[in-house]
């Protein structure tokens, strides 16, 4: 049985003078004799149980505060306990309300909601999770308004609500009678309309769900019209800056020259943290030159004597070595090193906050907001239910925006300063002192003979991955009803093995994690670990088909597990022309990954005439993820994926020496510029089951082992440290 099938839904009248429901979601209980009741199943097979289920499993029992309403207008009001990171949400919520009532796209709005901590886990936006755990209570919600709608017209017209119609807003009676949503909001929220039934569409009815549609919010965003956290007008709010230490977690002892900076133009305050010290101004420019100005001692940070080199010793150190099988059994192995990654939002680490006797109020983007209003709480010493946390939309995230570390220091400075502040990381230190993705370390080997891969084994080390922005609470409220070996993990295990996993049927696979413990700012990047996991395990398999003879895709194609895999795979393999002939130095790569219900494969073209120049000329990419809500905010999510890869695979990557990541601007860190991308790309959306999968990670893990393949059939090289090109062809910003 299905987890919707085990599911009920009721609607209820939120108070308000025009039409507000709301959709309560949860487990039904079994009740013996009763044929309604719904007979729980076992939980799933540890390999069937993905990040995805923990994390709706988690939110289940607060899934009920997901509340729609209609105003006079007829302009339907959505209030989203998710943020919008440009990943298109907003768009693909505005499709599920708009497609379910039967109004226009354009009459719909789509608010981010505030912190609420009584969601408990249901508001945390990540794990390629969020289309996945709203579809069914928009689709429910948005249905009932609707039933309430139809019932309110159909009493006022003493007609059967069977007996009417919606067409775009606009309920419709046989003999041609009809109302507005906007002249029934009022009756539909007071009057008694009995018990409604309320059934969302099924496929077959979409007109909007599955039809590709521009963002709701596109022509903001190309006109600069769409309001960041720093664009928003809080009065009084002044700029701040922080000077930051040398090293990571570095601390302050003291500050040698706080009189003369406060004597600066525009200085209004100096202000110490435990994460530097921060500068108070009339204006950006004027904190910006008072930071820069500050003598400060500095105390020593948690990682000064490590290095890039020392950092992979203690990786490679860490990973556990490959049982050998017997000399007469043949084997392809690899080790392989991925460094660090900034995750390089275009919009830096940014708060505002007006911190008070009585309570504080603060502004950012953020991901989990209420492990953020609880950390501020705590830290400025006012009860939770005085700290409102407006939620921004925000420039990228990429996994980033997990975390509040903007939004606390904000909240500190306004307390000590006694004024609203305005605070913005600079793109130096949001590079050096942001979060970034940790380096690892992989052994990999697969073992055959007569044609079969009998083993493939797989360690991974990585510095430990800091999971305290809300993630790992949710996966322990879920541990209890997981299978052995899953629930009893750690975060990082557990995150690993629900999302880790191998597509082909290779004998006895094994995949598993070590992590080193290095105090250092790392978080979630996107894909997380299948980036780099996936990724070198896709270079084996090509290294592996060569071992037996086989072209890569058909090697692919004999051991991948799915009907739908395969499917996927030939649509690349077809539409991109597998083995078509290129020019020396030319290649062609391929990869495929399958997490989150839902599976890719990706084909690329490179020109690495110049191995230290590479670039991919073509790409395809195919995918299959359920049901579609928005194809063309699908394209986007993938084309992303496909840059992320490109990316780290090639160029992009953060040098550690001594204590503190060397690259601190964009001309530093070698993300992929427009010279760098394909100009060819082609995406096939492939139509799956009834549910939606995941698809915000997906398309990286597929993209990182066909750039890889490509480079490596290109060259006659064997790639085993990424990025490939990692010199440091740049002059470091002073520490």
């Known amino acids: 049985m299905s987890r919707h099938s085990r599911r009920r839904f009721l609607t209820y009248l939120v108070a308000a003078p025009t039409l507000a429901v709301a959709t309560k979601i949860g487990l039904d209980a079994y009740a013996p004799g009763s044929a309604d009741a719904a007979i729980p199943t076992p939980p799933a097979p540890a390999d069937l149980v993905d990040l995805g289920d923990l994390l709706i499993l988690a939110g289940a029992p607060t899934a009920n505060m997901l509340v729609l309403n209609v105003d006079e207008e007829g302009i339907v009001h959505f209030r989203l306990p998710r943020e919008e990171v440009g990943q298109g949400l907003t768009t693909a919520v505005a499709m599920l309300v708009a497609e379910e009532l039967d109004t226009p796209l354009d009459r719909v709005r789509v608010q981010l909601d505030d ?234 680490n940014s708060a505002v906050a007006d911190v008070r006797s009585d309570g504080a109020e603060v502004w950012s983007g953020l991901k989990s907001p209420i492990i953020a209003q609880a950390a501020i709480a705590k830290a400025v010493g006012v009860p939770v239910s005085k700290v409102k946390v407006h939620v921004v939309q925000s420039g990228g995230s990429f996994g980033r925006r997990l975390f509040y570390d903007a939004a606390l220091e904000a909240a500190v400075v306004s307390k000590k300063s006694g004024r609203p502040i305005r605070l913005m990381w600079s793109r130096i230190d949001d590079m050096r002192h942001g979060r970034m993705r940790p380096a690892t370390h992989h052994r990999v080997r697969a073992t055959y003979a007569a044609g079969q891969v009998l083993t493939f084994q797989h360690r991974v080390a990585a510095v430990e991955t800091d999971f305290r922005h809300g993630l790992g609470d949710a996966i322990t409220a879920a541990a209890a009803s997981l299978p052995s070996g899953i629930g009893n993990a750690t975060f990082a295990q557990t995150l690993f093995l629900t999302t880790v996993k191998s597509p082909y049927n290779f004998g006895l696979t094994t995949q598993t994690l070590t992590e080193v413990p290095l105090t250092m700012h790392t978080g979630s990047w996107r894909s997380v670990y299948s980036a780099n996991t996936r990724g070198a395990e896709e270079i084996i398999v090509d290294e592996l088909a060569a071992k037996l003879g086989k072209d890569p895709v058909t090697f692919r194609r004999e051991f991948l597990k799915t009907a739908r895999q395969r499917a996927v795979l030939a649509k690349v393999a077809e539409e991109g022309d597998w083995g078509r002939e290129l020019p020396a130095g030319w290649a062609q790569g391929v990869g495929f990954h399958d997490e989150y219900k839902s599976c890719t494969a990706c084909l690329v073209e490179i020109d690495a005439t110049d191995p230290k120049k590479p670039r991919v000329t073509k790409a395809v990419i195919a995918a299959d993820v359920g049901r579609v809500i928005n194809p063309r905010g699908l394209e986007a999510q993938l084309l992303g994926g496909l840059t992320d890869a490109i990316s780290t695979t090639l160029h992009a990557g953060l040098h550690i020496d001594e204590g503190l990541p060397l690259e601190g601007s964009y001309s530093q860190f070698h993300y992929a510029r427009q010279k760098d991308s394909p100009k060819d790309v082609k995406i096939y959306v492939i139509e799956g089951a009834d549910e939606p999968g995941g698809a915000g990670e997906l398309g990286v893990p597929a993209a990182v082992g066909a750039v890889a393949n490509a480079y490596a059939r290109a060259t006659g090289t064997r790639p085993r440290s990424f990025p490939i090109n990692f010199d440091v062809d740049f002059t470091p910003f002073p520490r």
């Open 115 to 348: 912190a609420r901590p009584e969601l408990l886990f249901n508001q945390l936006t990540g794990s390629s999770n969020s289309v996945r755990s709203l579809y069914d209570p928009v689709r429910h919600t948005a249905a009932a308004a609707r039933a309430r709608m139809v019932g309110a017209a159909a009493k006022q017209w003493r007609l059967a609500a069977d007996d009417l119609t919606v067409r775009q807003g606009i309920v419709v009676a046989p003999d041609g009678r009809t109302a507005s949503y906007g002249s029934l909001s009022a009756a539909a929220a007071s009057l008694d309309l009995g018990s409604l039934v309320v059934t969302p569409k099924k496929a077959a009815q979409h007109t909007l769900v599955g039809t590709p549609t521009s963002r709701i919010d596109a022509r903001a965003l190309v006109t600069g019209k769409q309001a960041y956290t720093l664009d928003l007008d809080v009065p009084g709010a002044k700029p701040c800056m922080v000077r930051r230490p040398p090293t990571i977690n570095g601390t302050v002892k003291a500050v040698n020259n706080e009189a003369v900076v406060r004597a600066m133009p525009g200085v209004l305050d100096v202000v110490t943290l435990d994460t530097g010290v921060a500068v108070v101004a009339e204006t950006f420019g004027q904190a910006l030159d008072g930071k820069e100005a500050l003598d400060v001692t500095w105390g020593p940070g948690t990682v000064d004597a490590l290095s890039d080199d020392g950092i992979k010793a203690r990786l490679k150190a860490a990973t556990p070595s490959l049982d050998v099988l017997g000399l007469l059994v043949k084997k392809v192995e690899g080790e392989f090193d991925f460094a660090f990654a900034s995750h390089a939002p275009l919009e830096t």
